[in-house]
């Protein structure tokens, strides 16, 4: 008897706890639907969401590390078995997690969310919530562990290992397009953010020179003080932002820092060109500490900023536009809310990373879980954060800000007018207002996200420091945060882009492999850098604004990377001869191939042309075979680049379609000749050499 | 001490961020794995790290 007593005194000790925290979580979220009806204070969702990470932490990735995997602490890992103090280097955790981190979180976490927010806040926490703790946690665990315990490999080489060259090369091209698409839609949410604003242009300009200052620092001056460096960096962008509006308010000067999103087009191309050329240390690497750092500290202080202001929610938890028919991007709940939202709630991308140089720094097989599930709740818990900062605007502003501009017209009076129409009351007063305390001279239809946000920070940040009079400083500082890091995705996806394509074109011609090749170099970046530049003009040149085109592209890309990394997941399962627990992977990415494959079908095949391609090509191909010009096109050749486009997209969609449907058909063969194995017949290392 | 400490942690955590490992720990394992060869020193070993990690393998950052 006193063996059971103890027993149940231990066991309750043990979950009492959480059993505790499991009520605080219910509480806020019982506080929030109380309080339905009026406006809900954003603390609520922000404790009811980090009360779901901590019982999913202890208790689900608990079970994957321990039952399901079976983590085993005495295995070595590739930074023990490798250990070169340069690449394989075994790392204390909570640093490695740092790492990680830094290399996971970017712009994606940030935008869709704010996207999202056209539906109501519900919606996108119901799906940040339960997609990170079953999907996409779930994925950059298993990603990390099955690299790890493959020497580190990459995730092409991985697939290739698992589940044969032919998955291997399909998994390559799908991530060479998803790349490009990702670039242009990142350059498209810059260009939205500095369209006709001299002073973000201005600022993010700026980066520029001192970027190259910082370079030829840490080159020659102090060789490899980072941490010196980037505090000089960071005053040196404090002071551009100051100067910024300056530069807004001499006309002079603001004439040379405004430009219109074609030419703010042709410039990222431009830049992205010379840019992925130059060595590394001068421009990339300098940039890199500025937008890793800034981005951290951003995040950190939107954190503080949310807890001590304790804003409310003024966003409905659902609006109208749960039906399909909103302003922002097109399409209904399911299946776009779920492509709408990647990152943050699962994102392929984050495959690329799990078994990039992380796996390679792990000290011990037990750590996998913090890393791998840990910083994925992290990441999503920046989402939830830019999805409360998206809710507590105005509604009317967040709509005036969102919609497209074929829409809304240009003046304050038009716009008001239209989102009032809408159903969110707002005057022209109020618009022009908004504008004029951020330092801008319109903020409609700034479309992207970016801009949304960076207003939503300025009206924290000033909330904590400076109060109305800091405005346009916080929400310069927020674009700049953004583009900052923004451009460096590019940068360096540009650069990645062309290794991955001189790698695919030395197939064919082996000279152009040679990576020390000036030509060879310069003609895998032109390569890359058009094919993101076509997509990025497209989206720039679209009178709806771009993002209702290629957000989708990226979401359902994006997605699918991951349904593929969990189907990659499943078959290692099925290898390891614990098919009866895959079910922790399968499900999920059954769940991502149902929710990409109706939104890749849709955009394809929709009747509807605000959502299908095909049919919107139709409808532009019959207006221009009876000589008639639809808008936004202005001539019979606009009409005839529209038309292509859409072509172009469909292409795509089918192309992703198509790299998701082989890749389920080897994995379900992977599995079933899994099965049919007697013993386990994955290709690990052995756990002791 | 404890103070030193701290301030080492955050900046061997802001390198980790950055992707640069830690350069004593690299001066150990070549003193403890190789004690023939003559390790780089801290100008080498940060522009080898710097190129190692944006050569392009890896894949950059996140969306």
Not at chain 1, 6 to 22: D, G, T
Not at chain 1, 129 to 137: D, E, K, Q, W
Not at chain 1, 464 to 488: D, N
Not at chain 1, 527 to 553: E, I, K, M
Request: net charge positive.
């Amino acid at each position: 008897m006193p063996d059971r007593r103890n027993r149940a005194i231990e066991l309750l000790r043990r979950h009492l706890p959480w059993a505790v925290l499991a009520g605080v979580g219910a509480l806020a979220a019982g506080g929030m639907a109380a309080e339905r009806g009026e406006h809900v204070n954003a603390l609520w969702l922000v404790v009811a969401a980090v009360s779901v990470y901590l019982i999913a932490y202890r208790y689900y990735s608990r079970y994957l590390a321990s039952t399901v995997l079976g983590l085993d602490p005495a295995r070595l890992t590739p930074a023990v078995r490798h250990a070169d103090g340069l690449d394989f280097v075994p790392t204390d955790r909570t640093v490695l997690f740092g790492h990680h981190f830094a290399a996971i979180a970017g712009a994606g976490p940030l935008v869709g969310p704010v996207l999202a927010a056209q539906m109501g806040y519900l919606p996108g926490t119901l799906w940040l919530l339960a997609g990170v703790v079953f999907a996409g946690a779930v994925q950059d665990f298993l990603v990390l562990f099955i690299s790890m315990r493959r020497d580190g490999r990459s995730f092409g080489e991985l697939i290739r290992l698992e589940m044969g060259p032919l998955a291997g090369t399909i998994a390559l091209v799908g991530a060479f397009m998803i790349m490009v698409i990702i670039l242009a839609v990142l350059a498209l949410i810059v260009v939205r953010a500095l369209a006709d604003s001299p002073w973000g242009m201005f600022t993010v300009a700026a980066t520029v020179p001192l970027a190259i200052l910082m370079g030829i620092y840490t080159r020659w001056i102090r060789p490899g003080r980072v941490g010196e460096v980037s505090i000089l960096g960071l005053v040196g962008l404090m002071l551009a932002i100051v100067y910024g509006q300056t530069v807004a308010q001499t006309p002079a000067l603001a004439g040379l820092f405004t430009f219109t999103a074609v030419q703010l087009c042709w410039i990222l191309i431009g830049y992205g060109a010379v840019a992925a050329m130059l060595p590394v240390w001068l421009l990339l690497a300098p940039r890199d500490y500025l937008s890793t750092f800034l981005k951290i500290g951003a995040i950190i202080a939107l954190a503080f900023g949310i807890a001590i202001m304790q804003p409310e929610l003024r966003m409905p938890a659902f609006t109208q536009f749960v039906d399909g028919s909103g302003p922002v991007w097109s399409g209904s709940l399911f299946p776009f809310l779920f492509i709408t939202i990647a990152c943050g709630a699962v994102s392929g991308f984050h495959a690329l990373i799990a078994s990039g140089t992380t796996p390679k720094l792990i000290a011990s097989e037990a750590d996998a879980r913090f890393i791998g599930y840990g910083a994925m709740l992290a990441e999503s818990f920046v989402a939830i954060m830019a999805l409360v900062a998206a809710s507590i605007l105005d509604p009317g502003i967040y709509f005036t800000m969102n919609a497209p501009a074929a829409l809304l017209g240009t003046s304050p009076e038009t716009a008001a007018a239209a989102v009032t129409a809408m159903g969110f009351p707002i005057d022209a007063a109020t618009i022009a207002g908004t504008a004029k305390d951020v330092g801008e001279n319109s903020i409609i239809s700034r479309t992207g996200g970016a801009p949304t946000l960076a207003v939503a920070m300025a009206q924290i940040f000033s909330h904590l420091i400076g109060g109305k009079a800091m405005m346009a400083f916080w929400y310069h500082f927020a674009i700049l945060f953004e583009a900052l890091f923004i451009l460096t995705a590019v940068d360096a996806g540009t650069r990645a882009g062309r290794f991955m394509l001189q790698d695919l074109l030395g197939l064919a011609v082996p000279r152009l492999k040679d990576t020390k090749s000036l030509p060879a170099n310069a003609l895998a970046t032109l390569l890359c850098v058009s094919a993101w530049g076509f997509f990025l003009y497209q989206g720039v040149t679209d009178p709806l604004g771009g993002v209702n085109t290629l957000w989708p592209l990226f979401g359902i890309s994006n997605q699918m990377l991951a349904a593929v990394a969990l189907m990659l997941g499943t078959v290692v399962l099925f290898r390891m001869k614990r098919q009866k627990m895959a079910w922790v992977a399968a499900v999920p990415a059954a769940w991502l191939i149902l929710c990409t494959g109706t939104a890749g079908l849709l955009k394809l095949l929709s009747p509807d042309p605000r959502l299908g391609f095909v049919a919107h090509a139709m409808k532009f191909r019959d207006a221009a075979a009876m000589g008639e010009v639809l808008a936004p096109a202005k001539s019979l050749s606009d009409m005839h680049r529209i038309i292509f486009n859409d072509l172009v997209d469909a292409a795509l969609c089918l192309l992703f379609l198509a790299v998701v449907a082989s890749i389920l058909l080897l994995a379900i063969r992977a599995c079933l000749d899994a099965r049919r194995n007697e013993k386990p017949s994955i290709q690990e290392l052995p756990a002791m050499v | 001490m404890s103070w030193m400490r701290s301030f080492r942690y955050i900046r061997r955590l802001c390198h980790a961020m950055v992707g640069l490992p830690s350069y004593p720990a690299y001066l150990e394992h070549m003193a403890a794995k190789h004690p023939d060869c003559a390790p780089m020193d801290y100008q080498t070993f940060f522009r080898d790290r710097q190129n190692a990690r944006y050569q392009g393998k890896g894949g950059g950052r996140c969306c």
